[in-house]
Every structure is written in structure tokens, then in C-alpha cells.
């Protein structure tokens, strides 16, 4: 097991070494995945097991454990999020092998037989982050909102508010109308 990581990783040799990769990774060094938090501070533990699969294809076990900072789209406040990712791909030469691949592989193409570690890495974490993120137990806006067909709670106000185009209409059913 090594602790460091290469740029670059020839994955028929590491399948064939069955090499793996452990350590941790700053999020401030995964350029791709900042312009989705709200903050770079934290830590990323990855574990990267290059294997034999079931069917002795090559297959990469990637795990990823630690928090990142999110920006809440409800409320505007950053918060953590933790994540926790479990998954293994299989490394293919070709797209045309994709479909052969196990029901739990996803496929991962590889560009020349090597791959980029920190890349795979960031690709997991931009690909496990929320759409919209919301902090858990944010409570949801409350206001005057109607849904289609509710009548409107502030029915009211109705007539305090100003129809500009009104005396525009009460000119032309008055007759006002005489260049048609």
C-alpha cells in the first residue's frame, strides 16, 4: 500500500501488481471540485485498490471518506457534508467493452491504458455531491405562495393595489377609441 500518489498510473501494471493507494488529500488541492463549495478547507481520506474483477476484468475499488463544505440553496449558510463513497470501475481500453461490464461496475475509459488518480478522485466527489444543495433540517420558507388554483390569502389587498392599464380601459369603453 502506498501513501503517495502519482499523477499518472499505467493501470494494466497496477491491476497486474495489485497495487493500492491510501492517504488524504486536502480539498484545496482538487481544483475541479472548488467552484462547487462554498469554502476549501477539509480533507478527503481515499483508498484506490486496482484488482481483478469477478469476470477477471480490470477493475479499480475506489473509497472516499470526509466533508465538504456546501452553500445551503435555501438558506444561503455554508454547512458540512459528509460523504462516504464505495464504488469500483471498470477500466476499459475501449467504449465498446462497456457493455460486458458487471451490473455494480461502472465504466471508466481509459485514456492511452493510464488513468490520473486525483482526477478519478475528483470526478467521484463532483459526481456524489448534491444538485441542490440543502442543509438537513433547514426549515422551508414559509410565505404567501399560492399553488395554481388556491385563492389567494391576501385577497384583500386586492383593491389597494394599482391597475395602471385601468384608465386605459375605461377611455376606450367610454368611446375614446376613435382611431380604429
Not at 39 to 52: H, M, P, T, V
Not at 92 to 114: H, R, V
Request: charged share 20%.
Amino acid at each position: 500500500m502506498s501513501a503517495s500518489l502519482p499523477d499518472f498510473v499505467d493501470a494494466e501494471r497496477m491491476v497486474a501488481g495489485r497495487r493500492s493507494f491510501a492517504g488524504v488529500l486536502p480539498v484545496a488541492a482538487l481544483p475541479r471540485l472548488l467552484p462547487a463549495l462554498a469554502e476549501d478547507r477539509g480533507e478527503i481520506a481515499y483508498n484506490l485498490d486496482f484488482e481483478q474483477g469477478v469476470l477477471g476484468d480490470p477493475e479499480l475499488h475506489v473509497r472516499l471518506s470526509g466533508r465538504v463544505i456546501l452553500q445551503c440553496q435555501r438558506t444561503l449558510q455554508p454547512f458540512a457534508w459528509p460523504v462516504e463513497i464505495d464504488t469500483r470501475l471498470g477500466l476499459l481500453a475501449g467504449e465498446d467493452a462497456a457493455a460486458a461490464l458487471p451490473g455494480a461496475c461502472e465504466p471508466l475509459l481509459l485514456e492511452n491504458g493510464s488513468l490520473q488518480p486525483r482526477r478519478v478522485i475528483e470526478d467521484e466527489l463532483l459526481l456524489a455531491l448534491p444538485l441542490v444543495p440543502v442543509k438537513p433540517g433547514s426549515e422551508i420558507l414559509q410565505g404567501g405562495w399560492n399553488t395554481p388554483g388556491q385563492s389567494p390569502q391576501d385577497a384583500g389587498k386586492d383593491a389597494l393595489v394599482t391597475h395602471p392599464f385601468a384608465d386605459l380601459r375605461k377611455l376606450m369603453q367610454a368611446g375614446g377609441n376613435k382611431h380604429r
